[in-house]
């Protein structure tokens, strides 16, 4: 496993990614709340429990989306907490609607799949773990709803050491300030969170 500068390991960059999809883990576990499947020569079971059904892919689905999250929640306090350095931001350009962008074509589309039939389970997980690939080789982990959620705004911004543009991961009490210099660290491949 690689680590970019001073960034994130490959593994935590894929929990990063499985992060991102927690409402549509939500609206798979519900979906799938009652039914069974067969992968080969098992069946998966229904549980009852106080007088609800809950399948074990449902299960299954509900406890990765809480373990996704709350390793979310723990990079991010970690991150925070390290010696951030100081960045010139000079003059932000806000990107939130990347956030809503990637809501509508990656989130949205996968919720009206008909998770009750195996094949379709199988060509979901075929799928989704292929779009993973490629946003964890892109470093497009900026882009996550749930950061969204927890009041992170997406600013572009110019680094002036290597003149490209780099997203910051921006908190909202920043969103406002009319300063040219943050304190951040590097969260993954050219993405910044601020640590103040």
Known sequence: MTTNKGGLKDWAKWLLFFSSYFPLYVIIAVKTRTSNFDFLLFQTPVYHLAGYKLSL???????????????????????????????EVGEPAERNELIITYILVHVVPFA?????????????????????????????????????????DL??????????????????????????????????????????
């Open 57 to 87: 892919v449902s299960a299954l689905f509900l406890v990765f989306g809480l373990f996704v999250l709350a390793f979310l929640y723990v990079v991010v306090r970690f991150k925070r907490a390290e010696n951030g350095q100081p960045k």
């Open 112 to 152: 009206f799949i008909n998770y009750s039939k195996t094949l379709n389970l199988l060509a979901f997980i075929f799928l989704f773990l292929s779009i993973g690939i490629i946003q964890v080789r892109s470093s497009y982990l900026y882009v996550n709803p749930i950061l969204s959620a927890m009041r992170y």
């Open 155 to 196: 600013y572009e911004i110019e680094d002036a050491d290597t003149r490209g543009q780099m997203l910051l991961v921006k908190t909202y009490e920043h969103a406002n300030s009319e300063e040219t210099t943050v304190t951040a660290v590097e969260l993954s491949n050219d993405v910044y969170i601020t640590t103040s």
